[in-house]
């Protein structure tokens, strides 16, 4: 009986925490700075946080590729990854753009800025 009213509660604790109004309150606890964006080479990063929507990192992206025409991947990463355990997030995992995003791993990604040292053109945010 005890094992049944733990499961119930679990279960009830993971469908509410995917709904809109207690995601957000998961979200603005656990998930600050989560979602951090580079592309290949780190002479663009951004994070979301606060005001800044993925709406926003997206125009970012687009603005800094205008100003430095040598880049040659232009694909934008996400350096967060898909965490299972993370239950408040999976309902995102299957419906967010910003999961369609490739991952990348942001230790490759530093690698290749301290190697390359371009000219990030204020495009680069410290996380």
């Known amino acids: 009986m005890v094992i049944k009213k733990i499961s119930c509660f679990i279960v009830a604790i993971v469908i509410l925490s995917n709904v809109p109004p207690v995601y957000g309150f998961f979200r603005l606890i656990f998930d600050s700075k989560h979602y951090r964006y580079s592309n290949s080479d780190g002479s663009f990063t951004s994070y979301e946080f606060m005001g800044r929507r993925?709406?926003?990192v997206k125009n970012m992206h687009s603005s800094c590729?205008?100003?430095?025409?040598?880049?040659?991947?232009k694909t934008l990463?996400?350096?967060?990854?898909?965490?299972?355990?993370?239950?408040?997030r999976w309902r995102l995992y299957f419906f967010d753009e910003r999961y369609k995003l490739p991952y990348k791993d942001w230790r490759q990604i530093e690698k290749i800025r301290e190697t390359e040292k371009k000219?990030?053109?204020?495009?680069?945010?410290?996380f």
């Open 54 to 56: 993925f709406d926003t």
């Open 65 to 73: 590729l205008g100003h430095d025409h040598n880049i040659t991947d």
């Open 77 to 88: 990463y996400r350096l967060f990854s898909k965490n299972p355990l993370a239950f408040w």
């Open 119 to 126: 000219e990030t053109m204020g495009c680069a945010r410290d």
